[in-house]
T-cell receptor, first 114, second 115 residues
Framework: KAGVTQTPRYLIKTRGQQVTLSCSPISGHRSVSWYQQTPGQGLQFLFE???????NKGNFPGRFSGRQFSNSRSEMNVSTLELGDSALYLC?????????????FGEGSRLTVL | AQSVAQPEDQVNVAEGNPLTVKCTYSVSGNPYLFWYVQYPNRGLQFLLKYITGDNLVKGSYGFEAEFNKSQTSFHLKKPSALVSDSALYFC?????????????FGSGTRLSIRP
């Protein structure tokens, strides 16, 4: 089974621009979560999508948004980029029944904002 | 609200010695607890989880963790450390009463194993 795939792996943007990151979950996983990882703040929960609906949301400003498509693929968007948005953005999927629901992570998209 | 604390930013251990990485949690209801490992420039890899049953859980790469309900702890352990165990370790918790609950991570502990 293919793992969680995130694209792009690396990208550089300037302040004020916007960015869209993509995540393809493991086949059959309907839940997709997004996390922001920075050296100072650790791993911060952004949001979780399940069956195209946002199920949970972290404490991030409205500039951070996401969506999920009918094939469970997910995108997250950050508008009006700030220097502090530089981070590794991790996507994770999980099965939603049985198993205890551990997350399976992608390799991440490293965003640098200049 | 649920939370996870990893009190040590860094743990240093000599190769061959036992290691412990600490984690405490706060959650309403029964917790689902997880440990993950992250190698440089990689995503997180699942190590082990506790849902119910035996308090000692065994996982990948010889790691185990002990669930202690009275101390609300879930410490990660390994009897004999390897240099290749050097990585960033994260503890995580989900309130177990609902599969819709989000999973929250601790701040991470950097484990360094010296030869």
């Amino acid at each position: 089974k293919a793992g969680v795939t995130q694209t792009p792996r690396y990208l550089i943007k300037t302040r004020g621009q916007q960015v869209t990151l993509s995540c393809s979950p493991i086949s059959g996983h309907r839940s997709v979560s997004w996390y922001q990882q920075t050296p100072g703040q650790g791993l911060q929960f952004l949001f979780e999508y399940f069956s195209e609906t946002q199920r949970n949301k972290g404490n991030f400003p409205g500039r951070f948004s996401g969506r999920q498509f009918s094939n469970s693929r997910s995108e997250m968007n950050v508008s009006t980029l700030e220097l502090g948005d530089s981070a590794l953005y991790l996507c994770a999927s999980r099965p939603t029944s049985g198993s205890g629901g551990e997350l399976f992570f992608g390799e991440g998209s490293r965003l640098t904002v200049l | 609200a649920q939370s996870v604390a990893q009190p040590e930013d860094q743990v240093n251990v000599a190769e061959g010695n036992p290691l412990t990485v600490k984690c405490t949690y706060s959650v309403s209801g029964n917790p689902y607890l997880f440990w993950y490992v992250q190698y440089p420039n990689r995503g997180l890899q699942f190590l082990l989880k506790y849902i119910t049953g035996d308090n000692l859980v065994k996982g990948s790469y010889g790691f185990e963790a002990e669930f202690n309900k009275s101390q609300t702890s879930f410490h990660l352990k390994k009897p004999s450390a390897l240099v290749s165990d050097s990585a960033l370790y994260f503890c995580a918790v989900r309130a177990g009463y609902s599969s819709a609950s989000k999973i929250i991570f601790g701040s991470g502990t950097r484990l360094s194993i010296r030869p």
